[in-house]
Each structure stands twice: as C-alpha cells, then as structure tokens.
C-alpha cells in the first residue's frame, strides 16, 4: 500500500529509473534504423543524456535512501514494444525514419509528463535539490523531443516516404 505523498514519489522515482534503464536498451537500435543522419545523432545524443538520466535517479535514491527495489516501469515496456513492432514490419528508409519519430515522440511525451510530475512532487515535499536534478532532465528530455520533431516537420516525410512505400513488396507500414 501507499499511503502518503512521499512513498508515492519514492515509487515514481524507481518507475522512472525503470524507464531510463528500458531505454538505454533500445536507443542504439533507435539509432542503427535510423536512415536520416541527423535523426541518428539525435538518438545517439540522448543515448549519452539518458546515462546521465540514469546516473541523476540513482543521485537521488541515494540521498533519500529509497531502496533499489526493481520497479517494472509497464508503460515504457509498452511502447518499447510498439515500437518494436512497427520496425519489423518496415524496411529501412524515409518510412523508417517516420516509425522511429512517431516512437521517439511517443517515449519523449512520456519522460516529460513523469518528470513534471514527479518534480512537482519533490517540490511540495520540500525535496528543492531532487527537484532542481529533475528538472535538469526534464529540460533534456524537452529538447530531445523538439529535436526529433524539427527533423519531422523538416521536410523528411516529402522524401523518401512514399517512394519507399510504393517501391517495395516488403511488409509496411498499415
Ligand atoms: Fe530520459
Ligand atoms: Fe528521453
């Protein structure tokens, strides 16, 4: 049972822990399928910055002395897994590239709602420097997903997309 703020924000630090170690595992991946060079450096930073992620949770666990428990954080597991899907049935290319954004958009979208929350958290228990890292990887995760989606908007999906759908009897993207 949880019964008060504080041991609720204990659990969601170990969910996003869970959330940072899921993704070290499937960034590279992220990176290797990416065609767009500048998609792939984009994952291949935010590989580097979810160590750092990683490294700012465990500052924190130690600090509160909340124990190493290991939470399943289900949700990323989820959407690791659509991801995952998606580039089975894609072949490498502009349509790609538009899986990996849809997926990296996606994850972004999720660190950022539970790092808001989980700093507003720390802020209302008087946690100010848990908050002040928290916050320092909310602002990354901010600018990870901005970056992926100027890639988007930035003229990706007007080459090579539909080419790359109509020219293959692959398996794509339904
Ligand atoms: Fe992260
Ligand atoms: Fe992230």
Known sequence: MI???EQFYFDQVNDLYSAETQLLGI???MAENATCPELREAFKNHLQETRTHCERLNI???????SNQTED???MRGLI???RKYLTQ???GGLRDAVLIAAGNRIEHYEIAGYGATKAFANCLGYGEDANLLGETLKEEGAADAAITKIATGGIF???VNEAASHTTEP???
């Open 172 to 174: 794509v993207l339904v």
């Open 60 to 66: 924190i666990r130690d600090r509160q002395g909340i």
């Open 81 to 83: 897994a659509e991801a």
């Open 158 to 160: 007007h080459s090579g």
């Open 27 to 29: 960034l590279p991946e």
């Open 3 to 5: 019964t008060n703020l």
């Open 90 to 92: 894609t072949i490498p």
């Open 73 to 75: 954080c289900e949700a």
